[in-house]
């Protein structure tokens, strides 16, 4: 037991459940949690969507665990636990599916409680339930069965299965095996021995409810040599009753035109939510994986500067070239002043996204190139200017030359191109590339020629020829070229575009 002092010191500890793989299926207390961790024990059946949503300062422990190999021990989890909560940190264990529901978690409890470590269960959604909804297969219905049970597949010491396959057998309902692939012929023939008929309806859904879901529907006298003849693998849920026959007519994944795509998001964690719901609204399994951040250049004089001389109708145009350089920007402006600022000039901005960002700060940009990059933004704008017009331009450190190039061309006119922000590459420790994009369907979505350099940057080891790159923009898949990738350019540079052609590519075309 904890001596006072330690209890003092104490942190504590959340058994969290991180669901079936879906990021949709995370709870909100378990994300709430998540949030404020200072270290995360994390499971290999945690899917991607719900690790990107781990924060950056918390320290990450991989405590994965497959049949026959284990990151690890059981005893080991434990004991990290409980040397973490010692040390005044909140701890959460993530584990896929529920905590409860054949996952340990009792014990992983036990030595927190003998030890007078205060914790909490926050339950998860289990794959038992949520795999055959994903397969179409309600394991209850009024008119096939009125019960559920759920079993586990996983063998005693002994080789042998701890399962009372008579008693199953005469409930009547739906059996749902977990862990059960590498013991399905001990499971099926338990079940035939005990009289369960042969012409049962059954069905394996293998890694459900993410980018990777199959569904295997059998029969119970065949589906030992459907799980053979088809390769299938753990993670499994198997379903042995009549409603598994049901996933023919009330399967609906595979009608979501990106179901069984893995999008792999690069953009800045403040600008991935918008594109990432997108992609989710139509199916795919999103993973948030910035492969940079921007961050504001500190005591930014000559900006301050810059927008003072605003104020006194200095410039006559005002250029956004990203969102970014939006956010950035009215950031400053509103530290110094208001948006009452900018009544003297006009404003242009590159593209939609930029477009949008503005009118979060309830501003019409008056110009959009009709081709959203930086040349035809310079063309297009240097038309519009007169001899002796000022342009501001607040954008990134490293900006497209291209722009400021066709600017010089406009006779008499001011060009002051201000760095605000840097972009800082970045990198998931967490993040497996070189599996990931062994996967098929597995895409990576570039919005910038520099999310592609830091991706790069991010993991230099990997194959890079291997990623299928869905690219917005000329630029962006030049960068991608540059790396061996298979690239796919969206017709226009908006994120509706970039999302059209990420369905096209993943049909073939």
Known sequence: MLND????????????????????????????????????IYDALVGGGVLSMMPEHAELIYAGKRSGAHTLKQEEINSILLE?????????????????????????????????????????????????AYAGIPVTHRDYCQSVSVVTGHRRRNGELDIDFESLSGTGGTLVFMMGISTIGLITRGLLEA???????????????????????????????????????????????????????????????????????????????????????????????????????????????????LAEAYYSWLVFTSPSGVRVFFDELMRIGDSRALAGCRIAAIGRGSERELLRHGIKADMIPSVYDGRTLG??????????????IPRAAIGNPELTEELSKADGVIVDDIATYDTVYRSSSWFDADSAFDQAGTYAMFTSASTVRGFVSAYPEMDHSKISAVCIGRMT??????????????????????????EAAYKGE
Do not use: H
């Open 195 to 309: 009289g369960m008929r042969s012409d049962m309806p059954a069905a394996i859904i293998e890694k459900g409810t993410g980018a990777a879901q199959r569904v295997l529907l059998s029969t119970l006298g065949e589906l030992e040599k459907t799980a053979a003849d088809n390769n299938a693998a753990a993670p499994s849920v198997i379903v042995v009753g009549d409603v598994a026959a049901l996933s023919s007519s009330l399967g609906w994944t595979g009608n979501l035109p990106l179901f069984g795509v893995r999008a792999v998001v690069t953009r800045p964690k403040e600008l991935a939510s918008g594109l990432a719901s997108m992609l989710k609204e139509k199916g795919a399994e999103v993973i948030e994986l910035p492969a940079i951040s921007i961050e504001p250049v500190s005591d930014n004089t000559e900006l301050s500067n810059a927008i003072g001389r």
């Open 379 to 392: 063309c297009e704008l240097r038309d519009l200017l007169s001899k002796g017009d000022r342009v501001l």
């Open 84 to 132: 973490k909560a010692l040390e005044g940190k909140k701890v959460v264990r993530l584990k896929g599916g529920d905590p409860f529901l054949f996952g340990r978690g009792g014990e992983e409890l036990e030595l927190l409680r003998e030890n007078d470590i205060p914790y909490e269960i926050v339950p998860g959604v289990t794959s038992a339930f949520a795999a055959p």
């Open 477 to 502: 898949a030049a960068e991608a070229e540059k790396y061996g990738m298979k690239v796919f350019v969206s017709e226009q540079a908006t994120l509706d575009s970039l999302v059209q052609r990420l």
């Open 5 to 40: 002092d330690n209890k003092k010191r104490s942190g504590k500890v959340w058994l969290a459940g991180a669901g079936p793989g879906d990021a949709g299926l995370f709870t909100l207390k378990g994300r709430e949690v998540l949030q404020k961790a200072d270290v995360i």
